[in-house]
Protein backbone atom coordinates (compact mmCIF):
# COMPACT_ATOMS: atom_id res chain seq x y z
CA UNK A 1 0.00 0.00 0.00
CA UNK A 2 1.50 3.45 -1.28
CA UNK A 3 -1.18 6.29 -0.19
CA UNK A 4 -3.65 7.07 2.07
CA UNK A 5 -6.23 9.57 2.76
CA UNK A 6 -7.77 11.88 5.17
CA UNK A 7 -10.40 14.17 4.61
CA UNK A 8 -11.39 16.66 7.10
CA UNK A 9 -14.35 18.26 5.49
CA UNK A 10 -16.76 16.00 7.84
CA UNK A 11 -15.27 17.60 11.06
CA UNK A 12 -13.93 20.77 9.96
CA UNK A 13 -15.53 22.94 13.16
CA UNK A 14 -13.83 19.91 15.27
CA UNK A 15 -10.79 21.01 16.55
CA UNK A 16 -10.08 17.84 19.23
CA UNK A 17 -11.47 15.82 16.39
CA UNK A 18 -8.81 17.27 14.01
CA UNK A 19 -6.19 16.80 16.12
CA UNK A 20 -7.10 12.81 17.16
CA UNK A 21 -7.58 12.14 13.01
CA UNK A 22 -3.88 13.77 12.31
CA UNK A 23 -2.19 11.74 15.16
CA UNK A 24 -4.16 8.65 13.85
CA UNK A 25 -3.26 8.80 10.08
CA UNK A 26 0.35 9.70 11.08
CA UNK A 27 0.82 6.42 13.66
CA UNK A 28 -1.08 4.72 10.31
CA UNK A 29 1.39 5.06 8.15
CA UNK A 30 4.28 4.79 10.23
CA UNK A 31 2.86 1.55 11.44
CA UNK A 32 2.01 0.13 7.98
CA UNK A 33 5.11 1.47 6.68
CA UNK A 34 2.70 3.78 4.19
CA UNK A 35 5.04 6.46 2.46
CA UNK A 36 2.55 8.76 1.47
CA UNK A 37 -0.53 10.42 3.57
CA UNK A 38 -2.60 12.97 1.45
CA UNK A 39 -4.83 15.61 3.90
CA UNK A 40 -7.64 17.20 2.55
CA UNK A 41 -8.43 20.04 4.36
CA UNK A 42 -10.49 21.84 1.42
CA UNK A 43 -10.37 25.47 0.05
CA UNK A 44 -12.47 27.11 2.38
CA UNK A 45 -10.66 29.95 4.03
CA UNK A 46 -7.32 28.14 4.16
CA UNK A 47 -7.97 28.28 8.27
CA UNK A 48 -8.19 24.69 8.35
CA UNK A 49 -5.03 24.05 6.46
CA UNK A 50 -2.90 26.48 8.61
CA UNK A 51 -4.04 24.56 11.79
CA UNK A 52 -2.66 21.30 9.89
CA UNK A 53 0.15 22.19 8.79
CA UNK A 54 0.78 23.79 12.42
CA UNK A 55 0.14 20.31 13.47
CA UNK A 56 2.80 19.24 11.44
CA UNK A 57 5.13 21.48 12.09
CA UNK A 58 5.11 20.39 15.90
CA UNK A 59 8.53 19.01 17.00
CA UNK A 60 7.27 15.55 18.40
CA UNK A 61 5.27 15.18 15.19
CA UNK A 62 7.53 16.61 12.17
CA UNK A 63 10.54 13.92 13.80
CA UNK A 64 7.96 11.35 12.34
CA UNK A 65 8.02 12.14 8.31
CA UNK A 66 10.33 13.38 6.00
CA UNK A 67 8.64 15.88 4.36
CA UNK A 68 5.34 17.96 3.74
CA UNK A 69 4.22 19.13 0.21
CA UNK A 70 1.21 21.67 -0.87
CA UNK A 71 -0.43 20.54 -4.04
CA UNK A 72 0.33 23.35 -6.41
CA UNK A 73 -2.74 22.57 -8.67
CA UNK A 74 -5.02 21.91 -5.64
CA UNK A 75 -5.26 24.42 -3.02
CA UNK A 76 -6.68 21.94 -0.83
CA UNK A 77 -4.28 19.08 -0.49
CA UNK A 78 -1.50 18.22 1.68
CA UNK A 79 0.69 15.57 1.04
CA UNK A 80 2.97 14.58 3.65
CA UNK A 81 5.83 12.38 2.86
CA UNK A 82 7.91 9.26 5.10
CA UNK A 83 11.06 7.40 4.71
CA UNK A 84 11.22 3.82 5.34
Known amino acids: MGKIKLDL???YNKS???DQSLNAIIE???DKK???VEIIPGKGSGQLKK???RFLQQP???NKYH????DSKN???IFVHFKF
Not at 67 to 70: A, G, L, P, S, V
Open 9 to 11: HDI
Open 16 to 18: HLI
Open 28 to 30: EAI
Open 34 to 36: IKL
Open 51 to 53: KVI
Open 60 to 62: HIK
Open 67 to 70: RIDK
Open 75 to 77: FGR
